[in-house]
Structure formats: C-alpha cells, structure tokens
C-alpha cells in the first residue's frame, strides 16, 4: 500500500505560501499544494487566516502525482487543525525555585574572575 493515496488524509507543513495557495513538506521526497480553492467552503481573502508558515496541519489527498513526487491537497471537508500545533502546559514551579541558582552564583562568578585576572596576567607578561 502506498504512503499517499487519493482519499487519504495526512499530516504535513506547511512551508510556503503564495496568494493562490499553500505549499506543505510531507517527507525528504513528497511536497504538495493546497490550492486556495481547496482552503474553505466560503470565501478566502487571506490564507494567513486559515493557516501559517511551519504551521503542522492534517489534509485530505485529492491527487498524487508520483513521477514529480507532488500532492494536491485540500483541507475544506476536514478539520485540519487537530493537533496542528502543541499546547503550551503550564510551568509549574519547583519548591527550590531559583534558590540553587542563587546560591551558586557567587561562586561561578569568584572562578570566572579568577580565569580573567589570569588571562589578563598572561597578557601583560
């Protein structure tokens, strides 16, 4: 069984786009268009509203053509955005917080000074 295939939706990125439409990377050989008559139902004005550069988005395979290694896509009759990009988690605090960090500094900063003052020295020698 092929890896794309008409019918067949998949996840890219997308990787250029253009005022007709947007350019995706699949894999080291496949690319694909969505054309912009294959971005909604209504009316497009602007790509950018529907979808951005390095965007991670799901289209439906309308053709694939495999001598040039390039897909037609369409993303009007899917919900393209499932798990288009990461959600960002909450970054919860250690009990610690900065304070290792805090206690370290005064000697990071002593052996920094320290391997300045000698490459000074080197050079005025």
């Keep these: 069984m092929a890896k794309y295939e008409k019918g067949k939706v998949v996840k890219g990125t997308v990787t250029y786009i253009e005022s007709y439409g947007a350019f995706m990377s699949f894999d080291e050989y496949y690319n694909g268009l969505i054309h912009i008559s294959e971005i909604s139902k209504g009316f497009v004005k602007d790509i950018h509203d529907f979808v951005n550069v390095g965007d991670n988005i799901y289209v439906e395979i309308l053709e694939v053509d495999e001598e ?3 897909l037609k896509l369409s993303i009007k009759n899917i919900n393209y955005k499932i798990n288009g990009k990461p959600k960002r988690s909450k ?4 009990p610690k917080g900065f304070s290792t960090l805090a206690s370290k500094l005064p000697k990071w900063t002593e052996e920094k000074i320290k391997i300045l003052k000698n490459a ?3 050079v005025d020698k």
């Design 91 to 94: 970054i919860v605090e250690t």
């Design 68 to 70: 040039e290694a390039h």
């Design 120 to 122: 000074q020295n080197s």
